[in-house]
DNA sequence: TCCGAATGTGGACATCGTACACAAGGGTGG
DNA sequence: CCACCCTTGTGTACGATGTCCACATTCGGA
């Protein structure tokens, strides 16, 4: 009888399936963020048996981690695409200015166009210091923390910010910037409406300049 | 053969059952966070089977919301108890400025010394919005948000805020501390000595005050 | 060509959330 | 004082999940 319709493949090895499983992790995560990325949704999503995962994820967790770093990448390409669209400047002061302005509202714009992918990614399974990890970098090569950490760097270039204050000036700015993404995209300030929500940002952004 | 020990109740009746659960609850999440808060595993510890949870909460994600609640106003103790330590000053702005400070820190020390419950507290199953309900709050019967706005508004009274700026200040000020909190508990600042955690604390409040 | 290392399959198990039917007991109207 | 019923706890059951173990298939090199 009719045998099932499923895209199933017919070579007995997948080829790809590493990659396969965290591209349907991904998906998983975009819509239900980390917690719905399941390990036999994934290998399901795949036309692969669950236990086949097994072969290139130590558990779910190893998994999850890997759709991780894929959510930063992505993250990074958005605020690389934000920093990308900046009118060009001649003024090199305020072109390091925008940059660093850049970061912040494209970390901004991600969580809240992306919020399943943006929670995946800043999850943390108990190890997030692998920010710094190659697999987290956008088309760039930079991490978001390294985006952050170069914009800094340029700022204290064109003499905007003191160079005694730069030392940890990147956590500053990113707690401030990630507090404000969390309260937009489950925290009261959900379901802010998008201007509101840039307007928040741009406070947010105001008080790091001013404060840092 | 020897009965089980287990201190089961001789009573058909439990007498506090949601009680005892939301307390099983709260421990689960003390070691674990939110994830940790399992339906059967707070109710074996109440010494009762699964589906009595049911007469109770109408799911896990109920319990769940109401460990949340009873966690963020162990929060908001511990803010309060973090103002009530103050040396008393008898400058008035001083005072202000102090309580202020005071929110923060007390947020900060909750965060790190009870990452389980501080997760859990913030963990937001969709509705966050209930920050304000009176059983996230602490002796004083303010929630921590509460306690951020009254810090604020004193700040206002005493001129250290213009009026102008107070507007969406509580949200600038939690997106600052929280996202610290979250960098320390499980970002790449996590397992920071304490000394250096309050270290960036007071840098992180500093930019607050600077920037709000 | 043959064999071992990779990779995928099948079956099984413990645990979890939750639904449904049933039992026990306490409060209340008669 | 007692019978009834509503509340609360129990038993049994189901589907889903993560993960373990033994087995099958295939690829790549000696």
Redesign the pocket.
């Known amino acids: 009888m009719a045998e099932g319709g499923k895209p199933?493949?017919d070579?007995?090895?997948?080829?790809?399936?590493?990659n396969a499983l965290i591209k349907a992790g991904l998906e998983l995560a975009r819509e239900g963020g980390p917690e719905a990325?399941?390990?036999?949704?994934?290998?399901?999503h795949a036309?692969?048996?669950?236990?086949?995962?097994?072969?290139?994820?130590?558990?779910?967790?190893?998994?999850l981690h890997a759709v991780s770093q894929a959510a930063m990448a992505e993250a990074a390409r958005t605020m690389e695409a934000e920093q990308a669209a900046l009118p060009p400047a001649d003024d090199p002061v305020a072109a390091a200015r925008a940059r660093f302005r850049a970061v912040g509202t494209g970390y901004l714009r991600f969580a809240q166009e992306q919020p399943g992918l943006f929670r995946a990614a800043f999850h943390v399974p108990g190890d997030m210091a692998h920010a710094a990890a190659e697999t987290a970098a956008g088309a760039g090569g930079r991490t978001p923390f390294e985006l952050l950490g170069a914009a800094l760097d340029d700022l204290v270039e064109t003499g905007l910010l003191p160079e005694d204050r730069r030392p940890g000036a990147e956590f500053l700015a990113w707690s401030a910037v990630h507090g404000l993404a969390v309260l937009l995209i489950d925290g009261p300030l959900r379901g802010l409406h998008p201007t509101q929500a840039q307007d928040a940002g741009r406070h947010v952004i105001d008080m790091i300049e001013r404060g840092i």
Do not use: E
């Open positions: 199933k493949r070579t007995y090895r997948h080829g790809d399936l590493r990325v399941v390990l036999r949704a994934a290998t399901r036309g692969v048996v669950p236990n086949a995962a097994y072969r290139h994820f130590a558990d779910r967790a190893a998994l």
